[in-house]
Nanobody
Framework: QVQLAESGGGLVQAGGSLRLSCAAS????????MGWYRRPPGKQRELVAL???????NYADSVKGRFTISRDNAKNTVYLQMNSLKPEDTAVYYC??????????????WGQGTQVTVSS
């Protein structure tokens, strides 16, 4: 059973940095893409950054130049380095992965979410 385990959220002051991690484990799979979404308080979930295998990264305009997504293929882990954080970055951040398995050419998986709170 594939699982995504997130870590790295917390409370930080505006202008600070955090790094989120998400490791995919369980079963036999290959990664089509991994990325991050977030749900700000009272709002719908939105894309933060995506990193397709063999493709270009995709960032939300609101985080370009401040956030960097990267992946360690050996560890099946995706990272989100968040710099120059703003109060409007406060949200629950969700790891997302689209994985290829023996049954599915692409199936979506989600992490449980990790809270990021940026104080002004």
């Amino acid at each position: 059973q594939v699982q995504l385990a997130e870590s790295g959220g917390g409370l930080v002051q505006a202008g600070g940095s955090l790094r989120l991690s998400c490791a995919a484990s369980g079963g036999d799979f290959s990664i089509n893409l991994m990325g991050w979404y977030r749900r700000p308080p009272g709002k719908q979930r939105e894309l933060v950054a995506l990193l397709p295998s063999g493709g270009n990264t995709n960032y939300a305009d609101s985080v370009k130049g401040r956030f960097t997504i990267s992946r360690d293929n050996a560890k099946n882990t995706v990272y989100l380095q968040m710099n120059s954080l703003k109060p409007e970055d406060t949200a629950v951040y969700y790891c997302h992965a689209n994985l290829r398995t023996s049954i599915y050419s692409g199936r979506n998986y989600w992490g449980q979410g990790t809270q990021v709170t940026v104080s002004s």
